[in-house]
């Protein structure tokens, strides 16, 4: 979180860890993913609340919260950066000095940067002092954050904050990979047992008493119980170094004859290992007994885990925990949990689908998706942090190679768990074998080299004595009898993409890897030149022209010739004044028939192969990049000629081929916009898009399969996740290799493809 001068800056005044409080964990988390997405324009800053300062990189300044006059010094410190261009204060009424905290108004009164406010707590029925209090606070701030609907709702009727000022943002929460807990529970030692949980800083609020005496009734309905207790005590509630609260409850434990059932966690734990613990959970029992606590981390952390929850009814749970997500029930009330925790435990079906809605429900307050949400706020509210821009993430290779098997890759994904009963396709394994071909050009990784191998040899399975494909394998590596029945041209054109790429590569792969996809793309090429379909002539272009660019084969000239030629037919028979396209409506992968266009423009150098691939590229562009907003095709009914457009059912498939028609339209023809507009598309990926959320889960490594119009479809299937890697190693070629600024049509001498004997390939002379 270090911030050289030319970044713009957000100072969070908040408590820091290692203070034990989750105000400070909320902080850093929030702190730390802002800066992983916008971290190299946009610094993060900490401001610490603590008597007793800490040798910290992360941490600019410190304000003793106990000495009011410290408040008007650190703001006069902040005053002096220019850089500094939004100071966000996480307000809880404990944390600042004076009665109800008003000591933060001295601060206030001095700062001269924009000011935005969480409120972590927010009081019903305030008396007269609070609720002035809180609104000359509010009359400081741009923007106001709380992260419940009542909390937003009590500050406007019993406080009178305008509801324009005043954001809902639900609590961050942490992606975690969907997955079997059998594996995690054999890591801790907790085979054979059934996991409840509890966690957080330890103290009376919590009123883990209510759960252990419950515990007798559920031991006895569900004999290999293991409740687990984590989280040290809240350092606030050791006096004279004696733990009250958990004498108590140790004994608790002990006269109930519970030490075989329960297990005291007692220590601060890294987040991984919580949230491991929280995975194993078959059931999350939220405790606490304040009636007023308007939210919870420790619950929303549990809903993210896929744990089904029993929880008291307090504002939070009660707005977030629907019927088909967990069960209420009232604070203090043993029997209820007991009785609510038996029903669970005897229905292994409802926690299951209990498990997947808070799983699902929680994807959108994932901390990537609350950061993006933040600065998107902060944007609208201090001009100076409109342009942001969206840092490119680390390339993980994780969810691709778990979802291949020795055969090849699966198809779907449910969440982030491979299906393989969905069985493979040659569509996704020529995409799988173009992006690990990319992936290996850019970094020479040996490993790819298996997956190479992997998806080439799939691709041979499918190959026919006529040198056609078959698209669809089933889970046992047979034929499947959709093949019979399916449209398959697409995919045996994007076989000869695949095949393309591979040869291109001659100088890089090994040569048996390159000898092998030029054997099968020799097959290919008697009928490629009776493809007939706009998108399956615009793939087989594009590996075709891979192809020639190092064998020069003469008959991949002429193909790619007659295939242009009635591409540009199909265009002059559906252009229009104002419809500069080749089909009647816009659908998928779109852009590769313009693509398709120019290449075959570098093959023959026919000026009217080029008038056509930029006019019609352009024509898409402009139903693509709306107002500066990129915006996918949707995929509910297309975009119709002489229609309004549909609108959401986003894929990822048409973002990652405009990126790739993007970066060879501005290498081929040097026009800087089109390297602009990469840039804007990519950042769909990452959650500049109408739900400001991300389409990568960078957990997995994955990508979600679709956007729709108030949700994430979460599952990770194949063609989804191959597409973001293809478009994200584009967008790392800029980074590592210097773009050309032309590709310079080729005139080298044609060769036919029978002058190259089946025992080696080409060279490029």
Request: contains cysteine.
């Amino acid at each position: 979180m270090k911030n050289p001068p030319s970044k713009s800056k957000v100072v969070f005044i908040s408590t820091f860890p290692p203070t034990q409080c989750g105000i400070a964990t909320f902080t850093q988390d929030l702190a730390s993913v802002i800066t992983n997405i916008f971290g190299e324009s946009l610094a993060c800053v900490i401001c610490d609340l603590t008597d007793k300062p800490k040798s910290d990189k992360n941490i600019s300044y410190t304000l003793n919260p106990k000495i009011k006059e410290d408040y008007k010094r650190v703001a006069q410190e902040i005053n002096k950066d220019s850089a500094v261009k939004l100071v966000h204060i996480q307000h809880e009424f404990g944390l600042f000095g004076g009665e109800y905290g008003n000591y933060l108004l001295a601060f206030l009164e001095t700062i001269n940067k924009p000011v935005a406010l969480t409120f972590h707590t927010v009081i019903p029925n305030p008396n007269l002092e609070l609720k002035s209090i809180v609104q000359e606070l509010v009359n400081y701030a741009v923007s106001i954050f709380v992260m419940t609907r009542q909390s937003q709702k009590i500050l406007m009727e019993s406080y009178g904050i305008k509801e324009e000022i005043i954001e809902f943002m639900p609590h961050g929460t942490h992606l975690v990979k969907y997955e079997n807990p059998s594996v995690l529970k054999e890591k801790y030692h907790f085979e054979n047992r059934t996991i409840l949980s509890t966690f957080g800083l330890l103290g009376e609020g919590k009123s883990i008493e209510t759960a252990l005496k419950a515990l007798p009734e559920i031991i006895e309905h569900t004999p290999n119980i293991l409740y687990l207790v984590i989280g040290k005590t809240h350092p606030n509630n050791i006096i004279n170094n004696t733990d009250v609260y958990r004498n108590y409850l140790e004994t608790l434990v002990n006269d109930l004859g519970l030490q075989n059932h329960v297990l005291f966690i007692d220590r601060y734990l890294e987040l991984q290992e919580l949230l491991d613990y929280l995975l194993v959970t078959e059931i999350y029992l939220f405790t606490s007994k304040d009636p007023n606590q308007a939210v919870s981390g420790t619950f929303s952390y549990a809903m993210s885990c896929a744990c089904p929850i029993i929880a008291t009814s307090i504002p939070h749970t009660r707005e977030v925990l629907t019927a088909d997500t967990g069960l209420i029930y009232e604070i203090g009330n043993s029997e209820q949990l007991a009785k609510a925790t038996k029903q669970l435990l005897s229905n292994s079906d409802l926690r299951e689908t209990m498990a997947f809605n808070a799983f699902q429900k929680t994807r959108e307050s994932s901390w990537e998706n609350i950061a993006i949400k933040h600065v998107h706020i902060y944007g609208k509210t201090v001009s100076q942090l409109l342009e942001i821009d969206y840092d490119l993430p680390a390339i993980k290779l994780d969810h691709i190679k778990k979802m291949t098997t020795p055969l090849g890759i699966i198809q779907f994904s449910k969440i982030s768990i491979p299906d393989i009963s969905s069985g493979y396709t040659l569509d996704d394994n020529a995409r799988a074998l173009i992006a690990m071909s990319m992936h290996y050009k850019l970094f020479r990784v040996k490993e790819d080299l298996y997956y190479i191998n992997t998806y080439l040899n799939f691709i041979k399975l499918c190959q026919k004595p006529k040198g056609t494909f078959i698209n669809y394998v089933d889970k046992n590596g047979n034929e499947h009898l959709k093949n019979t029945y399916m449209h398959i041209e697409d995919s045996n054109a994007r076989a000869i993409w695949a095949l393309g790429t591979v040869i291109s590569l001659k100088q890089y792969l090994p040569q048996d890897i390159v000898l092998n996809a030029f054997n099968c793309l020799v097959k290919c090429l008697p009928w490629a030149a009776n493809i007939q379909s706009p998108r399956s002539i615009g793939f087989a272009i594009k590996g075709l022209y891979l192809y020639h660019s190092v064998t020069h084969d003469i008959q991949a000239v002429s193909i790619i010739k007659k295939l242009g030629k009635n591409l540009m037919a199909e265009y002059y028979l559906n252009a229009a004044e104002d419809w500069d396209w080749f089909e009647d409506r816009l659908t998928y992968a779109n852009s590769i028939l313009p693509e398709a266009m120019l290449y075959s423009f570098l093959i023959t150098a026919e000026p009217t192969f080029k008038k056509v691939a930029i006019k019609s590229f352009n024509f898409l562009l402009t139903k693509m990049f709306v107002n500066g907003h990129f915006k996918v095709i949707s995929n509910n009914g297309w975009y119709q000629k002489n229609a309004e457009p549909q609108q959401y059912g986003e894929q990822p498939i048409d973002v990652a081929c405009t990126i790739q028609t993007l970066d060879i339209f501005y290498k081929a023809l040097g026009i800087k916009k089109y390297e602009n507009m990469k840039s804007v598309a990519f950042s769909w990926f990452l959650g500049r898009n109408h739900l400001k959320q991300t389409i990568y889960n960078p957990i997995t490594g994955g990508c979600y399969d679709g956007l729709e119009k108030g949700n994430v479809n979460l599952n990770q299937g194949a063609e989804s996740t191959i597409c973001y890697l293809i478009a994200r190693l584009v967008m790392e070629s800029d980074r590592i290799v210097k773009p050309q600024h032309m590709i310079r049509k080729r005139t080298v001498k044609m060769k036919r493809v029978a002058d190259f004997s089946n025992n080696s390939i080409p060279s490029n002379n």
